[in-house]
């Protein structure tokens, strides 16, 4: 069990600039002290803190081995010509609440598509949002559909609604795809609510 303690003291190392080792073949094991964060699980290497010029993701063979958390968090951000690979979304989104509450994670990421793809602008790109609207919103509902609970913190939607709201001057179906996206979703959350009253249902029995 992670203690609350603990995660400060990573909290501190992560704003220290050490970095991020990536496994993307695991699941989260067993954390001890000298353990680095990754989205899978935990390397038992810790790498050396680095200047800030080279904290830029490290690369084998094509893949994502190490990163500082900025990092990580920028390359699960879509862009035009961009889409992170499934198994990193889901790994990255499990294992960064350990370091990042969700509602922090999706406010940084909504705020660097926001930067990058210029969405503050008086006049936006018609053709350039267009590619990226598409990318978005299939992130938003890979995180929906695979951590729903996520999405009860009034935050998180409010995250959500910007980002259609800032996009859907160039297409108009972008707000189609967000009513759809939020019915399913209040499914979802329905459907957790009914077997969380059904646990508490069976406890009470018990102790009684």
Known sequence: ILRKNTRSSFNRKL???????????G??????????????????HQLPAK????EAQSLQGGALTSASLDALIQHLVPTTEYYPEKAYIFTFLLS??????????????????????????????KAKVRKFGPKILQLLTEWTETFPS??????????????????????????????????????????????EESIVKVNASVSD
């Open 51 to 54: 200047e800030p010029e080279q």
């Open 96 to 125: 960064s609440r350990l370091f990042i509450e969700p509602h922090d994670l999706l406010s940084r990421v909504c705020h660097m598509c926001i930067e990058q793809q210029h969405l503050d602008d008086p006049v936006l790109d």
């Open 150 to 195: 996520d999405f009860r913190d009034e935050q998180m939607v409010g995250h959500l609604k910007d980002m259609v709201r800032r996009i859907a001057p160039c297409d108009e179906a972008y707000w189609k795809k967000l009513n759809q996206l939020l019915q399913n979703l209040n499914q979802k959350l329905a459907t957790l609510n009914q077997g």
């Open 15 to 25: 704003q220290n600039r050490n970095y991020v080792c990536i496994e993307l073949g």
């Open 27 to 44: 699941m989260p094991q067993t954390l001890s002290s000298t353990s680095m964060f990754t989205p899978t699980g935990f390397s038992p």
